[in-house]
């Protein structure tokens, strides 16, 4: 990619983040090339309570977003 946009959203109930780029990107209906990058990204979010989004289309790029709701946070420390 040529360029990358990264957010990242803090609201008292939820963090919202999401990765943007110019890349290649790939067609999310065709089988993977057998990693488990995408399902692993899947299964830290489920462990996190929260959710995954990943938009892609060759040739024009990626999104990934993030959105993690009901952090467990302490008051005053910004510790998970």
Do not use: H
């Not at 959203?9 to 089988?31: H, M």
Request: net charge positive; aromatic share 4%; no cysteine.
């Amino acid at each position: 990619p040529t360029a990358s946009d990264i957010y990242l959203n803090y609201q008292p109930e939820e963090l919202a983040g999401s990765i943007k780029d110019n890349g290649v990107g790939f067609d999310p209906k065709l089988p993977g090339k057998g990693g488990i990058g995408l399902t692993n990204m899947q299964v830290r979010a489920n462990l996190l309570n929260g959710t995954i989004t990943i938009n892609s289309e060759k040739d024009k790029g990626t999104m990934i977003r993030l959105v993690l709701k009901s952090l467990n946070v302490l008051p005053g420390t910004g510790t998970i």
